[in-house]
């Protein structure tokens, strides 16, 4: 039997009074939040009616109108979806493979690159659609770039992440057998991050399906432009159609991407 | 392979250090020039694995030279440098193979110095290639294992695969890092047969890294014994005496 009581805490006393410190903050900033916030009763009290009254002119949907105009609109966002993907690549996988340091050991390019990334990924895509729209004008291109230049962040940092994670022992052994820079990239990067590429990519995309469906607020194409002119022109039952396709449309998207990564990986 | 003579290996005066002021290698002096296994015994951070990759340039020496197939290797860059690394084969501790692609593909990225990158996206390997490795996997034992993905192999039929992948390249030279010490007793013995079989088959020397002084004994024609940066033996395998042994590895309570 030990007669000596050994002493043992978690933490610290500077621990615990930064803990404490980290709590009243939070509660601090809350209360703070809610009074800048400035929530006018009464219209938050009026909302379930608000709700109920806008459910009831949405009911029942106009299917007639599918046909006639969100059909074509809603193809158009599959299309800006998909093209952007397919644009962001040939930006993000050279910038992942500059950014990625076990490609290229030089700090200097690894940061350039990383800059891009992060650039493109600080601006939101609907800020991009309204660069662009403001370039080309409204329609598919600013869509697909808008899509495109977000995606180049995203794609590209990840894929960094997931080449920089491969075994080196395989690209050594590979540089042993006298390969060239481009074999080894093909023969021992290549085999190692193709999962995680595709798996990234059609993430990416299943992503993009969904903020494609916004960009047409802006006028950068697609199903947004119905959205937003039946919307302005208080077609609720027109409203509550497009918001139904572009929820199905998610879902098949979610679909499809599960199955296609569950047969690759 | 006649013509692999001319082609053994020189070692002078290699020094090597990670950071300025810790020499890992001081001053190594070795020749190659009898085909077999040369067995490099030393402790642990000794520089062993250090000596190898600065043979093939995966480590750039500080100073020295290695001589190779009538060229001194750390003088060649780029092109050159991957001319002459096709002939110098090497095998790993953990296997380092592509493990996403077959036992048969892995075979043939030991002949991707010998092709363009086009050729290698395209899996152009030439018929000769493709008869090669068929033949070398069925030597290894390995013939049924040629469609499998390399990760679905054992230790040791990985290392089997890491050594024909090595005796692909038809090299003049093999160099083996530690390739037993991942591996059982028994698959131990069965890689270092194999190594010496094949190192005698094709005439060249094989430089093995090995922890097992034992197993090195029974196998090697030639054993190097390293401590601290420094070659302490270089002789035949029998004339390892336990005062070489406590030389190298230092302490003796270990020895009995």
Same mark, same amino acid.
């Given at each position: 039997? @030990? ?55 949405? =009911? ?24 952007? /993907? ?6 993000? +996988? $050279? ?18 690159? #990383? ?12 800020? =991009? ?7 080309? %004008? ?16 995203? !794609? ?23 390969? @060239? =820079?481009? @074999? ?5 990067? =290549?085999?190692?991050?193709? $999962? ?15 903020? @494609?469906?916004?960009? %047409? ?8 432009? +119905? ?23 998610? !879902? ?8 296609? #990564?569950?047969?690759?990986? | ?33 009898? $085909?077999?296994?040369?067995? !490099? ?8 694995? /250090? ?10 020496? /500080? ?49 991707? %110095? ?17 008869? *090669? ?21 054992? %230790? ?8 024909? #992948?090595?005796?692909?390249?038809? $090299? ?36 093995? *890294? ?47």
């Amino acid at each position: 039997m @030990s007669t000596i009581n050994h002493q043992w805490e978690r933490f610290t006393f500077q621990k615990k009074l930064a803990r404490f410190a980290v709590y009243l903050v939070t509660v601090a900033a809350f209360l703070a939040s809610i009074r800048t916030v400035d929530v006018i009763p009464e219209f938050f009290y009026d909302a379930p009616n608000q709700i109920s009254d806008m459910f009831s002119r949405m =009911w029942p949907l106009d299917t007639a109108f599918y046909p006639i105009t969100v059909h074509a609109a809603l193809m158009e966002t599959l299309h800006i979806a998909t093209l952007g /993907t397919l644009v962001t690549l040939i930006f993000a +996988v $050279p910038l992942a493979l500059l950014n990625a340091r076990n490609v290229v050991a030089n700090p200097v390019v690894n940061w350039i690159s #990383r800059f891009f990334l992060v650039s493109s990924r600080s601006v939101n895509s609907l800020v =991009w659609a309204l660069l662009f729209v403001a370039v080309f %004008g409204p329609g598919v291109i600013a869509g697909v770039l808008a899509i495109a230049f977000r995606s180049v962040g995203f !794609i590209g940092k990840l894929l960094a992440e997931a080449i920089e994670e491969i075994n080196m022992g395989t690209i050594e052994a590979l540089r042993a057998t006298g390969a @060239s =820079w481009a @074999s080894v990239l093909i023969k021992g990067y =290549w085999p190692q991050v193709k $999962p995680a590429f595709f798996s990234i990519v059609l993430f990416r995309w299943d992503i993009n399906v969904r903020e @494609s469906a916004v960009l %047409g607020l802006v006028g950068a194409g697609g199903i947004g432009v +119905v959205l937003n002119d039946a919307m302005n022109l208080f077609e609720w039952q027109k409203v509550s159609m497009v918001l139904f396709s572009i929820f199905a449309v998610v !879902i098949l998207a979610e679909i499809l991407v599960v199955q296609i #990564r569950k047969r690759m990986i | 392979m006649a013509e692999s003579q001319q082609n053994y290996l020189q070692i002078r005066n290699l020094n090597h250090e990670y950071e300025a002021g810790k020499p890992i290698l001081r001053g190594i002096d070795l020749n190659f020039d009898q $085909p077999g296994i040369i067995a !490099i015994i030393g402790p642990s951070g000794t520089g062993k694995s /250090t000596l190898l990759r600065c043979i093939n340039r995966l480590i750039n020496p /500080t100073s020295g030279e290695v001589l190779f197939d009538n060229v001194d290797l750390t003088s060649v860059e780029g092109k050159e440098l991957r001319r002459h690394r096709r002939h110098i084969g090497m095998v790993f501790q953990e296997y380092n193979l592509v493990e996403r692609l077959t036992v048969i593909e892995n075979l043939l990225t030991g002949r991707l %110095g010998y092709m363009s990158a086009w050729n290698a996206w395209r899996r152009n390997y030439t018929q000769d290639d493709i008869n *090669n490795a068929f033949e070398l996997l069925e030597m290894v034992g390995l013939k049924d294992f040629a469609k499998q993905r390399a990760d679905s192999l054992s %230790g040791g039929q990985r290392q089997r695969v890491g050594i024909a #992948r090595a005796v692909m390249q038809d $090299p003049y030279v093999l160099l083996a890092d530690e390739p037993t010490s991942s591996l059982d007793p028994k698959t131990a013995v069965e890689i270092m047969e194999l190594m010496d079989t094949l190192a005698r088959r094709k005439n060249i020397p094989a430089l093995v *890294n090995i922890h097992d002084v034992s197993l090195a004994q029974r196998f090697a024609v030639r054993m190097v014994g390293m401590s601290g940066g420094h070659v302490v033996y270089d002789g035949p395998p029998e004339g390892i005496t336990e005062d070489h042994l406590k030389q190298i590895y230092g302490g003796e309570s270990w020895l009995s």
